[in-house]
């Protein structure tokens, strides 16, 4: 048999799920994000910023950031399954969503929007999906959260939340309305754990359930 | 009709698309998944460097033992934007015409460690053939079998209506033209009728139109061309081969035009709002005018854009099937 494995988090993959952070604390971290933002714009002098989100819920904070920076262009979605590292392992993400830039990226300065930092995969994923639409002049990282479990050579310039958390321990941001950061255990020894490769992303993991054909 | 058993073979045993064979026998949620991938796909076109890495390192061998320039050239197109190795086999000239055995040459290119055949031959079934007969790692895109199936023109056929009419549950589509000998109305309307597009209409003269159908397809039948496109949604224009009238199955292209040409005062009868469809190549002064074919209502060269794009996502689909497959393999050694 060969298991559709789940990339990601998914309820029934995880024994409990808890909230960790409510739509309040969310909001404020949302408020510190955009200020340190804010902040690391005026010290390095850019203009004319381009913010880009992750799909899915790095669109959703991107969409808070972007209202409260008050950028003038329209805010890119960037969806990074045509270049995660993973198809070689679990084949084609089931969910794909357009990318959009609204504009073009050659000598922009980016702010690149994600929920949840673990692995980095994503982001080089998405670093990798930037390149091909053009040469930006520089890219900022702004995250929610950052978890332990780094496994590439990438770091946030702007975070929300900091998370110490233990390697089977998961945290996934529900949205969009209400934002509501849920944090549960993957049952040890589990096929979730085991087959657990790095992409981050909780948008969407692969249906457990075999499809059945037309009878 | 293929029998059950060699319908599925398309899908390995969790579903997932392995090959693509023909539309029959795939669930709405299945043609719809290829639908949304290829929305996925359009945007790659925009990027600056026309790429993605997601068959890197596969090789895909298009095998075209019947002519063709749009569906061969989108899929090459496709598997590069794919950043896929492609092998263009020129039938004409190769080993075919020494004599050489359809069985055989596919061996022969599984031994240069080929990932997938993009096949079109003139007899209904190859490429069901090929897919039973292929390596368990190496997967089949049927490019049009015959008179049976031509599935990424469907879906892509799918793919534009989708784009122009947002959802297929109110919709009246009309095909009209040879329906007969047509692999592409084949494939059509199974795949309308899979999505849910309530009124499917063909119009043929009684010589282009097989027997009995309506029971086989769930389609309405008209020989009249005003009535069969009376409020039409989507109106889909088929080639008629010129080897038809030497058959005595058209008495003459002139009367053809007359009966059955699209012209912009017969168009009339259709809904305002329409869509006018043609796989291409068109003959022009046949099968419609060049009025209606390069008018605003036509989207047929959206279309072959849009063939790239759908052919983006079954080819990568099938190949991400085979590396669940090359993974559980794997693990089960490891």
Known sequence: MLPRQPSSWKP??????????????????VARMASDLRALIEARGLRDLLMIGIHTGGVW?????HDQLGLSEPLGHLDISFYRDDFTRIGMHPQVRPSYLPVGIDDRHLILVDDVLQSGRTIRAALNVLFDYGRPASVVLATLAERTGRELPIAPDVVGFHAQLEANEQIKLS??????????RIPKGSAAAASRQGIDDGSSGRDSTPRQERP | ??????????LDAQGNLKHFLTIEGLSRELLVEILDKAEGFVGVARQAVKKVPLCRGKVIANLFFETSTRTRTTFELAAKRLSADVLNLNISTSATAKGETLLDTLRNLEAMHVDMFVVRH??????????????????IVNAGDGRHSHPTQAMLDMFTIRRHKGDFSSLSVAIVGDIMHSRVARSQMLALKTLGVPDVRIIAPRTLMPARIEEAFGVRVYHDLTEGIRDADVVIMLRIQRERMNSALLPSEHEYFHLYGLTEARLTAARPDVTVMHPGPINRGIEMDSQVADGERSVILEQVSNGIAVRMAVMSMCIGTQNLRAQSIGESHA
Do not use: C
């Not at chain 1, 904070?61 to 950031?65: G, Y």
């Not at chain 2, 058993?5 to 398309?10: F, G, H, P, T």
């Not at chain 2, 003139?122 to 997967?139: C, D, K, Q, W």
């Open chain 2, 122 to 139: 003139a007899s209904s079934g190859t490429a069901h053939f090929m897919a039973r007969h292929a390596n368990p790692h190496v997967s």
């Open chain 2, 1 to 10: 009709m293929i029998p059950k058993s060699q319908e599925s073979s398309q």
């Open chain 1, 175 to 184: 949205g969009p309305e209400p934002l509501v950061m849920l944090r549960g």
């Open chain 1, 12 to 29: 029934g993959f995880v024994s409990k799920t808890e909230t960790w952070k409510g739509p309040d604390e969310i909001a404020a971290a």
């Open chain 1, 61 to 65: 904070i991107a969409d808070r950031l």
